[in-house]
């Protein structure tokens, strides 16, 4: 038989998480001078990842990766392997039967948790919750967001955090031709939200949010965004961070806190703008230096309690400290956007306080041991940071010492690749797809959104998506 990863004898690799670096690392191991088949399997039907359900309705741009991955699927050497839940129904271990190596890049699924009193009150929501539900991903599809108070509280300052802010701040005017799912339209339009508080633990020099980011917030139709003077002023350290070459770009940030706490532009109707200003319907607070302490209310979300924090340590190394000074805010929602988490995969070692999978430039790690097979990329390899794009490299790598290793994963018995795994899928009654009938879902998507003059209208129960397949 000729060498692993030459003409007739292919390296066989299973990807599991069909998101950005399932996708990147397909690219690279196609694109390697080895012969491989990949199989990328996905526990939804559809493909993508965050891309689809992740990625603000009204940031269809960012979406226009999904380009560059489609044209990744043209290669005879790619196979998408849809419905499949490594976990439920396939093993890991069947898995290393079937293939040299398993790429793990599942991202990261849940978030930190505050652990504050009361974190699990009703109206205490996680980020990932919302956003998996505006986006239409089917295990988000069943949550409820009350809306009817008028004061929403988003505790994190990351791009996140901006999404969700943005989403409740915009008028469904600004949002009905995105492809933002239905349903969650329908809650939006209701919404008597007039106040959104987004809270950061540490100051204005620290805050996570991109600028072109939190630029969108002086743009917004019918929403002010309000930084109060007083939350601005610096101390030394935060002083000397913003002074700094590897500052440039919080001070960018700073500099747009400033505008936002100047005086309120007027504003008028664009098509009249002889007529009287008219006042936003609705606030966006951006607030520094509070940590919420716990979360009251009786059967459901009342009040927040805050500690105010100040800053100690290093430049660029500064902690919030709680001062001991307490307030209290009514509120009827929180959202917790503090970072995602990955969870633990059956099978696969898992580093319970990073929430992340042990690894060595991409090798999984046992403790200080190799673990033969697999292999690691994105969120899941390093922690959920950086933009789509951070995952080429990320990826990269781990493919790099995958082939670096590919002697190793040289095998005395064939390896049937896809053909195992059908047999297994086939055994079990799972109802798999491959990338031309998600094509076939795709179409029907866009021809529902088409309707409303929106980009796609998504299926949001995987049994619909089946069903467009019968
Ligand atoms: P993030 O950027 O890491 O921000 C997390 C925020 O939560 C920070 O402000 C952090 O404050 C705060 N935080 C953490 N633990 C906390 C605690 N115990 N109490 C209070 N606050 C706490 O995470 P993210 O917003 O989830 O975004 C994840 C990644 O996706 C980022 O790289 C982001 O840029 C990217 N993303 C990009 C876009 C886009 O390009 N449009 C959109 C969405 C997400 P500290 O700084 O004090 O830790």
Redesign the pocket.
């Known amino acids: 038989m000729a060498e692993l990863g030459k003409k007739g004898n292919p390296l066989k690799v299973a990807i599991v998480g069909a998101g950005p670096s399932g996708f990147y690392a397909t690219d690279a191991l196609i694109n390697s001078n080895y012969n491989v088949v990949v199989d990328l399997i996905e526990k939804l039907p559809t493909p993508y990842g965050l891309v689809r359900s992740?990625?603000?309705p009204d940031?269809p741009k960012?979406k226009s990766s999904i380009q560059v991955f489609e044209k990744i699927t043209d290669s005879k050497d790619f196979n998408f392997i849809g419905n499949v839940k490594l976990g439920d129904d396939v093993s890991i271990e069947e898995l290393k039967k079937f293939y040299h190596a398993i790429i793990l890049t599942v991202g990261a699924e849940t978030d930190?948790s505050?652990?504050i009193p009361g974190e699990d009150i009703t109206g205490s929501h996680t980020?990932t919750e919302f956003v998996g539900w505006y986006n239409g991903h089917p295990e988000h599809r069943e949550k409820t967001f009350d809306l009817s108070h008028e004061t929403a509280v988003i505790?994190?300052?990351?791009?996140?955090?901006?999404?969700v802010a943005r989403i409740l701040s915009k008028t469904i005017d600004e949002l009905k031709f995105t492809d933002i799912s239905e349903h969650a339209l329908d809650v939006l339009s209701e919404s008597k939200i007039k106040k959104i508080y987004i809270?950061?633990?540490?100051g204005p020099a620290?805050?996570?949010f991109?600028s072109?980011?939190l630029k969108e917030f002086g743009e917004l139709r019918d929403c002010n965004t309000i930084v109060d003077k007083s939350e601005i002023i610096l101390n030394k350290a935060s002083e000397s961070e913003l002074q700094d070459k590897k500052g440039r770009l919080q001070k960018k940030i700073y500099d747009l806190f400033v505008d936002y706490s100047k005086p309120l532009p007027v504003h008028r109707a664009r098509e009249f703008p002889w007529t009287k200003p008219y006042i936003k319907k609705r606030n966006c607070y951006i607030q520094f230096l509070k940590?919420?302490v716990e979360l009251k209310g009786s059967k459901k979300l009342e009040k927040i309690v805050f500690e105010k924090n100040s800053l100690s340590g290093d430049p660029f190394k500064q902690?919030?400290k709680g001062t001991g000074e307490t307030y209290e805010l009514d509120a009827g929602i929180i959202f917790r956007?503090?970072?995602?988490r990955g969870i633990a995969l059956p099978g696969v070692p898992f580093h319970d306080s990073w929430g992340v999978i042990p690894n060595e430039a991409g090798r999984v790690m046992d403790n200080d041991t190799v673990v033969p097979q697999l292999y690691t990329a994105g969120w899941i390899k390093r922690g959920?940071?950086?933009?789509?794009g951070?995952n080429k490299a990320c990826a990269n790598e781990t493919i790099e010492e995958l082939l670096k290793d590919i002697n190793q994963l040289n095998s005395k018995k064939d390896k049937l690749g896809s053909k195992g795994l059908y047999r297994v899928l086939d055994k079990k009654g799972i109802r798999y797809i491959n990338f031309n009938e998600w094509k076939k879902i795709d179409e029907v998507e866009v021809k529902n959104g088409q309707e409303k003059g929106k980009p796609r209208e998504k299926f949001t129960y995987v049994e619909e998506m089946l069903a467009q397949l019968i």
């Open positions: 992740g990625v603000a940031h960012i930190r505050l652990s980020a505790i994190g300052q990351g791009n996140v955090a901006a999404d809270v950061g633990r540490r620290q805050g996570k991109t072109k980011e940590s919420p902690s919030a956007s503090i970072g995602y959920p940071s950086g933009i789509i951070t």
